[in-house]
């Protein structure tokens, strides 16, 4: 098993990331991973992870298990050119004048514009009985499910159980690919997935991502938070896609910002003596920018063209130089997220 040893001059900082999920877009998270990985001083102690982050998070943690850093960004690249080759036959696919313009957007497609109006009058159980999903042989060639269990970096991925609307959070030793799915399942598109005779969706609906267990359950007092779904967005919503779009990027992001907010206020209150309570008030958030995603309709989220993954990875390689460049020094040290800003008006 691979340690993470710190070569360099600048002595190793531990760390946890919390990756937000949102389909394609998740290729920025991958931008990000790849470029904090060529940092030798960064020691990944853990990652929690919904959807499209649950993905990057399974991967890079198992591609650092068989062969550290550089294994883990070779696991990212090979699982987002293999989305990407699948989507090929995909008939999510832009149309010649969006592609001549250079939008990314899925919108003025004939055939997706269909598919969703017609997911709105019939279910996944109707349209897909055999509840065929794309990522599962990619998930299954690519991750060694039993090397995952003992990767030195610990995983927290979540799913929404449909029964109790509660969020479930899968560690290493329970993920499994039908965990991964579940993860990222969307249930206006496929069927709930079904783990230990429970049913279940998207975990963006309950934790996107969830924190709590990055609090309690590591060493780490720094979280990198590396998010995909816009908390502002310019602009009052007109149209019916941009409504739903904005009503579900406000639904994703509820979850998270409630756990921002409790960090914060238990950071004011609580007990430095106390063992719990002296976590949270060690806690430090730092977020990557991210200002691309908010001039990104949703419909490019089923998006997986090469080009476009690319795209999104280069952008979040830059986004993660600015990072660095403004927040390295904060890390070990102070948060770079004024999470107090939270709490007004509460």
Known sequence: MPDQTVTGERAPVLVDFALQGGGSHGAFTWGVLDRLLEEPWLTIDGISGTSAGAMNAAVLADGFAAGGASGAREALQTYWKRVAEAARFSPFQRGPI????????????????????????????????????????ILEDLINFERL?????????????????????????????????????????????????????????????????????????????????????????????????????????????????????????????????????????????????????????LNAEWEFLTMLRDEGRKSAETFLATSADNLGKRSSLDLDLLLEGV
């Not at 899925?106 to 509840?131: I, K, M, Q, W």
């Open 149 to 301: 269990k003992t990767s030195p970096i610990r995983l927290f991925i979540t799913a929404t159980n449909v029964r109790t609307g509660r969020g479930r959070v899968f560690r290493n030793g329970e993920i499994t690919p039908d965990v991964l799915l579940a993860s990222a399942c969307l249930p206006t598109m496929f069927q709930a997935i079904k783990i230990d005779g429970e049913s279940y969706w998207d975990g963006g609906y309950s934790g996107n991502p969830t924190m709590t267990p990055l609090v309690r359950e590591l060493d780490s007092d720094d979280t990198i938070l590396i998010p995909i779904n816009p908390v502002e967005r310019p602009g009052t919503p007109n149209s019916a896609r941009e409504i739903l779009n904005r009503l579900n990027e406000v639904s994703f992001n509820a979850v998270l910002l409630k756990e921002l907010r409790m960090i914060a206020l238990m950071r004011q209150v609580a007990d430095p003596g106390h063992t719990e309570g002296a976590q949270w008030a060690k806690m430090r958030i730092h977020m990557v920018p991210n200002a691309l995603m908010a001039t990104l309709g949703s419909s490019s989220k």
């Open 98 to 137: 969006d592609k001549m313009m250079g939008r990314w957007t899925l919108d003025n497609s004939p055939l997706f514009v269909t598919l969703d109006l017609v997911s709105r009058l019939y279910s996944p159980y109707d349209l897909n009985p055999g509840n065929s999903h794309p990522l599962r042989s």
